[in-house]
C-alpha cells in the first residue's frame, strides 16, 4: 500500500517537472533556436524547429554593427561603475551602521529601507529637470547617480548585516595598535565580508544592467543607449529583423545568466535577502 | 580623540550616502509634490499655482480610472499567481523523492525567468504571441483554439496577456526565497507533526505556513509595490493599448509627462502613486524592524 502510494506521488512529481520545465524554459528555448534561424523562418507556419538554413548571420550582423556594439560597452562600463561605487559607498556607510550609535540613525536606516517602496517613476519626473540642470542629461553620470540611489540602500543594508557578524574587538585590536578606524575598516571588517560583497556586487550587476526606464528617459542619443533600451530601439529601426533582435537578447542576457551558474549560491543570497532572514 | 571629532566620525562615513539620497531622493520627492500643486511646470518657467487642480483633473479623468482598475488586476492575479507557482515549485524542490543533482538542475530551470532584462522578455513574448506566431500553432494543433488569436493586439485579452506575461517573469524570486525558507525548518516540526499523526495538508497548514509566514509578508509586500510599478514590461509589449485596454498608473504617468508633457498632471498621478507605496512601505519597514 505504501509503496503504491509512493509510486503515485513520483508520478505526479515527475509530471510537474515537466509540465514546470516547458512553462519556464520554452520561452527562452525559443528565443535562442529563432536566432539562428533566417528571418522569414521566424513565423513560419508550422514553425521549424532546428532551421536547416541554420546561421549565425544574425550575432554577425551585431557585432559588424558599431552602433550595437556601442550599446554593450555602454552597458558594460555603466555597471562596473555602479558596483564598484555602490560597494565602496555602501562599505563606508555599512560600518557607520554597524559600528556607531549617533543621533539620527534609526531616521536615516528607515529611509534606507523604504527607498524599495519608492517608484522609480515619481523620481523620474523631477529627474527630468534636476538632471538637466547638473548638466548631467544623456551621460553616463545621469545613469550612475540615478541607478545608485537604488542600488546603494540595498548593499548599505546587506553589508551591515554582515559586518554585525564580525566582533567588534577585531578592530578595537587594530586601532590599539596605533591604526586608524579607517585602516581597521579595510584591513579587519573587509576581508573576511567578501563572500558578502560578491553577493551584493552580483545584485547590484544586475539591477543596473538590467534597468529600462531611466535609461530611456534620461539619455537621449544612440552613442549613450544601454542594451535593454537598444534591443527595443531595434524593433522599430530595422522593420523587424526578429533573429537579430533574438540575437541580441541572447547577448544582452548572458553576463547576467553567466553570473547566475557560476556563482548560484551568491547570487541567490542576494535576491533573497530583502525578504528571509537567518 | 576629542569628543567632538568622535561625534561627526559616523556621519564621515555616511557623508557619501546622505549627500546622494539627499540630492537624488528627498529633493526630488519634495519637487515633485511641489510640482503637482502647480500648472505647466519644467516648460513653463513660471507656473501658476492651483492648488488641487491636477489632483481633481486626474481623479476625474475616465483614463486614470481605467488605469487603476487596470492596475489592480494586472497586481492582484499576478501576485497570487507569483505566490501559487512559486510555492508549488518551491515545495517541488524540496520532496525527498528528489536527488540533490536532480533539485540542482531544476532550480537553475525555474529561476530561469528572473535573469532576463524586461526589454528582453517583451520581445520574446510578443514573437511568441505574435498571431503567426508559436502559441497560435501549438494551440490550434491541440484543437484549443479555431482561429489566430491577437493576443496583445485585441481589446479582450491584452490585458490578460500582459499579465501572463508578468506572471512568468517574476514568480522565481517567490520560488528562491519560499525555498530558503523551508530549507531553514526544523525537521523536528515535521517529525512531531508526524507523530501527532497529522496528513501532508495538515502538516502543510500547521507547520509549513506558518513558519513561512514572515517571508511570505515580505515577499506579497515587495511584490505589491514591484507589481503595482511595472512600466517597463508593459510599455514594451502593448504601450498601454490598445485603446487603454493595457493601460496601468504606470504607463498613464508616463504618457501624461514624456509623450504629452503635461508635467503638472504626470506628478499629481505620480504623487498618488507614491503615496500608496509608502503606505505598503510603513508596513514593510515595520516587518523588517520586528525580524531584527
Known amino acids: 500500500m505504501i509503496g503504491k502510494k509512493k509510486l503515485w506521488v513520483q508520478i505526479i512529481i515527475i509530471i510537474l517537472l515537466v509540465i514546470g520545465t516547458i512553462w519556464a524554459g520554452f520561452p527562452i528555448l525559443w528565443m535562442i533556436l529563432n536566432s539562428f534561424k533566417p528571418n522569414s523562418e521566424i513565423f513560419a507556419w508550422p514553425p521549424t524547429w532546428i532551421s536547416e538554413n541554420f546561421s549565425l548571420d544574425a550575432y554577425k550582423a551585431i557585432f559588424t554593427n558599431p552602433e550595437q556594439v556601442r550599446f554593450f560597452i555602454n552597458s558594460y562600463a555603466i555597471s562596473a561603475i555602479v558596483v564598484t561605487v555602490t560597494l565602496i559607498i555602501g562599505i563606508l556607510a555599512a560600518y557607520a551602521f554597524s559600528r556607531f550609535n549617533f543621533p539620527g540613525k534609526g531616521i536615516i536606516n528607515t529611509i534606507i529601507v523604504a527607498v524599495q517602496a519608492v517608484p522609480p517613476i515619481t523620481l523620474l519626473i523631477p529627474y527630468m529637470s534636476l538632471i538637466v540642470s547638473l548638466k548631467l542629461f544623456n551621460t553616463y553620470g545621469a545613469l550612475i547617480l540615478t541607478y545608485m540611489v537604488f542600488t546603494l540602500p540595498y548593499a548599505i543594508l546587506m553589508l551591515t548585516g554582515y559586518f554585525n557578524t564580525l566582533p567588534k574587538d577585531l578592530d578595537e585590536a587594530v586601532m590599539i595598535d596605533g591604526g586608524s578606524r579607517f585602516k581597521a575598516l579595510w584591513s579587519v571588517l573587509v576581508p573576511p565580508s567578501v563572500p558578502g560583497l560578491v553577493s551584493v556586487g552580483m545584485y547590484t550587476f544586475m539591477q543596473a544592467w538590467n534597468e529600462y526606464l531611466f535609461a530611456l528617459a534620461l539619455t537621449k542619443t544612440n552613442d549613450m543607449r544601454t542594451v535593454p533600451v537598444g534591443i527595443n530601439l531595434l524593433m522599430g529601426q530595422h522593420a523587424y529583423e526578429w533573429n537579430q533582435m533574438m540575437a541580441m537578447s541572447v547577448l544582452g542576457s548572458l553576463p547576467i545568466l553567466f553570473l547566475f551558474l557560476f556563482f548560484q549560491k551568491y547570487f541567490i543570497a542576494g535576491m533573497t535577502a530583502g525578504s528571509v532572514k537567518n | ?292
Open chain 2, 1 to 292: 580623540m576629542t569628543k567632538g571629532k568622535k561625534f561627526i566620525t559616523p556621519y564621515l562615513y555616511l557623508l557619501p550616502t546622505i549627500i546622494l539620497m539627499c540630492i537624488l531622493l528627498i529633493v526630488p520627492i519634495v519637487m515633485v509634490i511641489g510640482y503637482s500643486f502647480y500648472d505647466n511646470v519644467i516648460i513653463n518657467k513660471n507656473p501658476v499655482f492651483v492648488g488641487l487642480e491636477n489632483y481633481s483633473k486626474v481623479l476625474s479623468d475616465p483614463v486614470f480610472f481605467v488605469a487603476i482598475k487596470n492596475t489592480l488586476f494586472f497586481v492582484l492575479i499576478s501576485i497570487v499567481a507569483h505566490f501559487l507557482i512559486g510555492m508549488l515549485f518551491a515545495m517541488l524542490l524540496n520532496t525527498r523523492y528528489l536527488g540533490v543533482m536532480t533539485k540542482g538542475i531544476f532550480r537553475v530551470i525555474y529561476a530561469l525567468p528572473w535573469m532576463f532584462t524586461a526589454s528582453v522578455i517583451a520581445i520574446v513574448w510578443r514573437m511568441m504571441l505574435n498571431p503567426n506566431g508559436v502559441l497560435n500553432y501549438l494551440m490550434t494543433n491541440m484543437g484549443l483554439i479555431s482561429e489566430k488569436v491577437e493576443w496583445l493586439a485585441s481589446r479582450d485579452v491584452a490585458l490578460a496577456s500582459v499579465t501572463l506575461i508578468n506572471i512568468w517573469s517574476g514568480y522565481p524570486f517567490y520560488m528562491i526565497s519560499i525555498l530558503a525558507g523551508l530549507q531553514g525548518i526544523s525537521t523536528d516540526l515535521y517529525e512531531a507533526s508526524a507523530l501527532d499523526g497529522a496528513n501532508a495538508v495538515q502538516t502543510f497548514f500547521r507547520i509549513t505556513i506558518p513558519q513561512l509566514k514572515p517571508i511570505l509578508i515580505s515577499l506579497l509586500m515587495l511584490d505589491f509595490v514591484w507589481t503595482l510599478q511595472q512600466f517597463a514590461l508593459i510599455w514594451m509589449t502593448t504601450g498601454g493599448g490598445p485603446v487603454n485596454a493595457t493601460e496601468t498608473i504606470s504607463t498613464y504617468i508616463y504618457k501624461q509627462g514624456f509623450s504629452k508633457y503635461q508635467y503638472s498632471m504626470a506628478s499629481a498621478g505620480a504623487v498618488i502613486l507614491l503615496i500608496v507605496c509608502t503606505i505598503i512601505g510603513i508596513f514593510y519597514v515595520r516587518q523588517q524592524k520586528a525580524g531584527d
